[in-house]
């Protein structure tokens, strides 16, 4: 792109700095220095698409399971279903079109480029909010919120309920860039975050995300960053010391829990026993994933096998059960890590998190501003109120929605989009 005018140079400073960049056209992003902000168009060529479908075409399959179930892993029948509709139903350019229909920004953030999606409310009361994913999920997983996030008026909601969104790609994952050395934990990534909304201009915002999501608003909670007032999350860290000891023990439930907190103790007790063996690796041995950069089927079953409730929901979705996910979000988030190529750089997150020695992935972190906590009944585990009060002693909201689980915002958009409304309500007179 050529050298802007110094007009131009001028309007563009000011909408940095006025924090309306989501607004202007296209032409007027480009470089203006250190903290530039550069526009960005999503477009694979036809040969990848090409060598993605005869990859698939050409897999090579294990024998069928020797259980009726999912205990041994994904099921061969789910991957073939998956396998003849990436082959031959999937198109790619349908979600490839929707993605560059919001505005796409990369900037470079300490030593990394660090792409977003920054889409502004046409009402200027809004409320900015930061939406980080997690992994197995990628910027997709919040194309279905922007809408009713940034124009409530039109999707139910009235003025008072618009956000601004930004939703950036971690690092290592989608079209951010691929860290060459340790070091991008998600501390770093709660102050890469931070920089990010000061550079978009936001002096007051709040934060959100679940998964890995849900680790970096806390940190960004925690490191408090002039402008944060608050945080939601869908994937609450709020297990208590005694819970946690129990469940490395594996033994019974301690005595004197509510029914909320037994249910929360069985699926944590689950998922520790038999939903980590992907954590397990990548926290310890991510490069040695190969299999997943040269296989799309090898990617996909590594994606599905995140936690057993999403697990079933996806394999009912490929049975042609209509709820949450649908076969063609699935492969929409799958076919971007194998475009990318980031099925290793994403793992890495996991190797650079396991050596901060730091405490469990769900244990308190002491925060001390405003937290609202949605618990979606098919999550992981689904934080019981009594330890969400005990983790958040500035907790605004508490709500247990009736249907959703770990990819809420994507599975349940209604709901998510009514719980962030809900969430924040109260912190809108601070901005």
């Not at 396998?83 to 999937?90: L, S, T």
């Not at 699926?267 to 950069?293: C, H, K, S, W």
């Not at 079953?301 to 209509?322: C, E, V």
Request: charged content about 20%.
């Amino acid at each position: 792109m050529s050298e802007l005018s110094a007009t131009r140079r001028d309007i563009l400073s000011a909408a940095v700095a006025g924090g309306v960049l989501g607004l202007l056209p296209a032409k007027l992003h480009a470089a203006t220095g250190g903290h530039t902000i550069r526009p960005f168009t999503i477009n694979f060529p036809d040969s990848d698409l090409a060598d993605l479908r005869r990859r698939v075409s050409a897999t090579r399959w294990p024998d069928k399971e020797q259980v009726p179930d999912a205990t041994q892993g994904v099921q061969l029948a789910t991957m073939k279903k998956l396998a003849r509709h990436w082959e031959a139903g999937y198109d790619w350019r349908k979600i490839e079109t929707r993605l560059n229909a919001v505005p796409n920004f990369i900037t470079e953030i300490d030593g990394l480029d660090i792409h977003f999606i920054h889409v502004r409310s046409k009402h200027e009361n809004a409320l900015p909010v930061i939406i980080t994913h997690g992994w197995p999920g990628s910027i997709i997983e919040q194309l279905k919120v922007i809408g009713p996030l940034t124009d409530p008026t039109a999707h139910g909601g009235t003025e008072a309920d618009a956000f601004h969104v930004v939703i950036p790609s971690l690092p290592g994952y989608g079209f951010s860039g691929k860290p060459t050395r340790p070091g991008w934990n998600p501390i770093r990534i709660a102050k890469a975050w931070a920089t990010l909304m000061h550079r978009l201009g936001y002096t007051k915002y709040v934060a959100q995300g679940g998964d890995w999501g849900n680790a970096i608003s806390e940190l960004m909670a925690l490191q408090q960053p002039p402008g944060l007032i608050g945080i939601h999350t869908n994937m609450a860290a709020t297990v208590p010391a005694d819970i946690a000891k129990a469940l490395s023990a594996g033994g019974a439930a301690p005595a004197g829990l509510s029914a909320d907190e037994e249910r929360a103790y069985t699926q944590l007790g689950d998922f520790y026993t038999n939903g980590l063996g992907y954590a397990i690796e990548m926290n310890n041995r991510p490069q040695t994933l190969y299999a997943l950069v040269d296989s799309p089927i090898g990617l996909a079953a590594w994606m599905l096998d995140h936690d057993i409730r999403s697990y079933q929901m996806i394999a009912r979705s490929f049975d042609g059960k209509k709820e949450g996910l649908t076969p063609d979000d699935v492969l929409d988030n799958v076919s971007l890590y194998w475009l990318t190529n980031t099925a290793i750089s994403s793992a890495r997150l996991y190797w650079d998190t396991a050596r901060l020695h730091g405490g469990g992935f769900f244990d308190p972190r002491g925060l001390k501003i405003p937290v609202a906590v949605s618990a979606f009944p098919d999550e992981i585990y689904q934080a019981p109120q009594s330890w969400a009060e005990k983790a958040y002693p500035k907790l605004i909201h508490y709500n247990r929605p009736p249907k959703g689980g770990h990819f809420a915002a994507w599975e349940q958009p209604a709901l998510f989009t009514a719980e962030l409304r809900a969430s924040f309500k109260s912190l809108r007179g601070r901005i």
